[in-house]
């Protein structure tokens, strides 16, 4: 079975500056996919950024970039110029395609993001 | 596009009731939503795949029974908590995956929050 660990429970950070938000996994399989989900307190779920195992090159989203490094089985988050409205908890998750109708995600604990004024 | 909603968003019922909660893809077809149970201040926690037209497939440790899952079209599913009791008490998440759309793509509802006095 896979597991996702995010290690940092909560990160606050000052308006404008950097921050990277950690997460590992540990699979055996080779294919796969890697996302950051945000959850602000509407609780609505909003896919930040998606990354294809198969590529080398890290996925980037406007502010958003992360860091793969499949051999080490890691995959962090980078928003850049952070702004208030960057302020929710973050969840690393993992999709193994099994097949048709089984494209589980396996999601990460969760990291609470605070952007102070 | 790809909009999910969820109904109804919060509901309190009496120990030993059934509650019914539906999640609408409401401009895509899904041949395949997830339902999800998020506990206060934690992670997803998969509980189910529901297919269009077949059986849901329930993940380890989640009583088929006590959670009914129903998905008679492409674009609804129900879940039906059955004889509710107080540690039912959750958020439920689901999501759907665009039909024919990339394996690694599955939106969100907004949740559902059910409260059992």
């Known amino acids: 079975a896979q597991t996702v660990t995010q290690s940092q429970p909560e990160m606050s950070v000052q308006e404008a500056e950097t921050v990277t938000l950690s997460c590992t996994y540990d699979?055996?399989?080779?294919?796969?996919?890697l996302f950051w989900y945000k959850q602000p307190p509407s609780r609505q779920m909003i896919l930040v950024i998606r990354q294809e195992a198969y590529k080398q090159q890290n996925a980037t989203e406007n502010r958003f970039s992360v860091n793969f490094q499949k051999a080490a089985k890691s995959f962090s988050l980078k928003i850049s110029d952070s702004q208030l409205g960057d302020t929710a908890m973050y969840f690393c998750?993992?999709?193994?395609?099994?097949?048709?109708?089984?494209?589980?995600?396996?999601f990460g604990t969760g990291t609470r993001l605070t952007i102070i004024p | 596009g790809a909009v999910v909603s969820q109904h109804p968003s919060r509901v309190i019922c009496k120990s030993g009731t059934s509650v019914k909660i539906e999640c609408r893809s409401l401009d895509f077809q899904a041949t395949t939503m997830f339902w999800y149970r998020q506990f206060p201040k934690k992670s997803l926690m998969l509980m189910a795949t529901s297919n269009e037209g077949s059986k849901a497939t329930y993940e380890q440790g989640v009583e088929k029974d006590k959670f009914l899952i129903n998905h008679a079209s492409l674009t609804l599913s129900t879940l039906t908590v059955t004889s509710a009791h107080p540690e039912d008490s959750s958020f439920y998440i689901c999501?759907?995956?665009?039909?024919?759309?990339?394996?690694?793509?599955?939106?969100f509802g907004p949740g559902t929050r059910l409260t059992v006095l």
């Open positions: 998750a993992f999709m193994n395609p099994l097949g048709f109708g089984n494209e589980k995600l396996t």
């Open positions: 999501s759907a995956r665009l039909a024919g759309g990339p394996s690694n793509e599955q939106f």
């Open positions: 699979t055996s399989e080779n294919n796969y996919y």
